[in-house]
């Protein structure tokens, strides 16, 4: 699988062999966009000169899905520890947890919910 394609600040670059006109979606989906698929990590679709949506193969969707899920998941880490740093700085108590998630509303069902989280009984 070829077709790395750089971003560039919240925009990613595509060449025009990525684009696909919306009008060959339905007609044509196996021999213009599959083919595009295997080679390139994402395909462009335009409606005239407007760039209206994308198309991912399900495998790089997924990969997507999972680097976000753990961007969401190191940027809660990054705002904990700099918060601990800045408590540790200053010589404040840091909040209990439990305190937090009561504030929040978190509820111990939400929390089950999560796929990642164990509960133990204080």
Not at 12 to 33: A, E, H, T
Not at 47 to 54: L, N, V
Request: overall charge negative; aromatic content about 6%; hydrophobic content about 45%.
């Amino acid at each position: 699988m070829g077709g790395f394609v750089p971003v560039m600040k919240g925009k990613p670059l595509f060449s025009s062999d990525q684009i696909v006109n919306i009008s060959d979606l339905q007609r044509k989906w196996r021999s213009v966009v599959e083919p595009k698929l295997h080679e390139m990590p994402f395909l462009m679709m335009f409606s005239g000169s407007e760039p209206r949506a994308t198309i991912l193969s399900y495998d790089k969707f997924k990969e997507l899905w999972e680097k976000v899920a753990e961007a969401a998941e190191l940027e809660i880490k990054l705002e904990l520890l700099c918060r601990i740093l800045e408590n540790e700085k200053g010589g404040q108590a840091l909040v209990p947890l439990a305190e937090v998630i009561k504030k929040a509303g978190i509820t111990a069902e939400d929390l089950e919910a999560a796929p990642d989280v164990d509960l133990e009984n204080d």
